[in-house]
């Protein structure tokens, strides 16, 4: 009941973060490179790829911003941002937001 009385106090449910483009297995199946993953008109190639602090800000950022429940963190492969993760996961945990790297 935690989890309700949090999304009725405002928080959002979900929330989903690209935090890289990067991925060293380039699956040809991989639904994260088709002209329609992010709605048509950009690919995920074509967008910013933060990395180090300014990744970690952005990310804090936008979960403060949100106030999501649930975080889940994905890319390409979000594990290519280890040092980043490392410092983030903690952090999010510290906030109460339950996490999963995907």
Not at 21 to 37: F, I, M, N, Q, V
Not at 61 to 76: A, E, F, Y
């Amino acid at each position: 009941m935690s989890g309700w009385g949090r999304i009725l106090s405002g928080r959002q449910p979900n929330l989903s973060i690209e935090i890289t483009r990067e991925c060293p297995l380039k699956c040809p199946g991989c639904y994260a490179y088709g002209e329609d993953h992010l709605g048509g008109g950009v690919v995920l190639r074509e967008l910013s790829d933060f990395k180090g602090q300014e990744l970690i800000d952005g990310v804090l950022n936008l979960v403060k911003r949100h106030q999501p429940v649930h975080l889940s963190i994905v890319g390409g492969e979000p594990l290519v941002r280890f040092r980043e993760l490392d410092v983030l996961l903690p952090q999010l945990t510290g906030m109460g937001i339950h996490t999963q790297v995907v």
